[in-house]
């Protein structure tokens, strides 16, 4: 499950509209519960915007409650409920859907073959993870508090993205065998995911030539 990926944003801002809240962003790296930049579509075109990395889980606490459950940050299996209906909105509405550009993805090597992580990337000029965004208020995000050295959990409102998943092509099956995120590279691909909709309808892997697997980035 890609919990890990790596950006490059200068790649991609020349072509969009570039929110204030994007500022002076870098290449970086975006694990889940981190910002990350977006691509999401307003009246007068494309625009880039950070925003928060998973979507609010099943339960806020663990079972025994001691613990604050991980927000999540991949959508496989959209026939659940949690997908199907409770969350039916933001995966369907043309206005939630977002795109979410990477350079690079991650995903964890077994400790059986040695563990670590395995990286891959495109072959293509673009490449984009086919997600979805929300808004969303609440306590249970850690988050920035004015004049404290350390990030607090206090109400605040944010737009939090996810991206789907879906079964691994051949290039990642050998490291994750289960997944891999749906990722769009064409332009009629982009047009189909951002009319909303079916999100099912683009949830296929990517084919085996278009995606390699690389040296971790230096």
């Known amino acids: 499950m890609c919990n890990l990926y790596r950006f490059e944003p ?24 981190k910002n990350g930049p977006v691509l999401r579509q307003t009246d007068d075109g494309y625009e ?26 991949n959508i496989r299996n959209l026939g659940e409920n949690w997908w199907k209906n409770v969350n039916r909105k933001w995966l369907t509405e043309p206005e939630y859907r977002c795109l979410v550009p990477f350079e690079q993805l991650a995903e964890p090597i077994p400790k059986d073959d040695g563990g670590g992580t395995a990286w891959f990337e495109t072959t293509t000029e673009y490449s984009f993870f086919a997600g979805v965004w929300r808004p969303w208020s609440g306590d249970t995000r850690l ?76």
Request: net charge negative.
């Open 143 to 218: 988050v920035p508090v004015e004049g404290e050295p350390k990030q607090k959990r206090v109400q605040a409102d944010l737009e939090l993205f996810a991206f789907l998943t879906t079964e691994a092509n051949g290039v990642v099956a050998p490291i994750h065998e289960h997944a891999m995120p749906v990722i769009v590279t064409e332009q009629d691909e982009i047009d189909t995911w951002m009319a909303g909709g079916d999100p099912a309808v683009l949830q296929r892997p990517l084919p085996d030539e278009l995606l390699r697997r690389v040296d971790p980035p230096g």
């Open 10 to 33: 200068a790649q991609y801002a020349f072509n969009f509209k570039t929110h204030p809240n994007v500022g002076n962003l870098g290449p970086d790296y975006v694990s889940r519960d």
């Open 48 to 73: 880039m915007k950070v925003m928060r990395w998973g979507f609010p889980p099943f339960r806020v606490r663990t079972k025994d409650g001691k613990r604050y459950m991980p927000p999540i940050s």
